[in-house]
């Protein structure tokens, strides 16, 4: 019996608005970001690989300073970062001014890292996570909408950090 939460359904349901997706990862989360690229370009999203696109080693810091400085110069308007735990994408992209990268393994952490904290990568595990669960967390991330009201507020005085 397969057994499915009613959050994730109703996540699944929310269709996010069609936007410019960069993506980025290191060798550790090559394939995942293959899956991904596909599975965003069937939705309808403009998808920009930032590479890397071979499997061989690489550095991520690389393609999180690639993404995210796309992402903050306004030039994608969501980004997505994967490695082998999410870590170290996350880690280096919050180095660049503008940048609010979430490491996201869960849906219900993705939704509120848009609505609370007005996230703009999103960073995954890829051997952390499944497939199928790293699709549901896109979904439910880009789904999500930032809420504005009093998380306003507390998302400037993170952005009043970087001053
Ligand atoms: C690469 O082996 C691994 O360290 C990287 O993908 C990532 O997990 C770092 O945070």
Known sequence: MIEVCG???GLWMREAKLMKIMIGCDHGGF????VLK???ADKGHEVEDAGAYTP?????PDYAKKVGEAVAAGKAEQGILIC???LGMSIAANKIHGIRAAVCGDCYSAEKAREHNNANI???GARVLGTGLAEQIVDAYLGASFLGSYHTQRVQKIMDLEK
């Open 7 to 9: 959050r994730c359904i």
């Open 31 to 34: 394939e995942l970001k293959e």
């Open 38 to 40: 596909k599975y965003l």
């Open 56 to 60: 061989d080693r690489v550095d991520y």
């Open 84 to 86: 082998g735990t999410g």
């Open 122 to 124: 999103l960073c995954l």
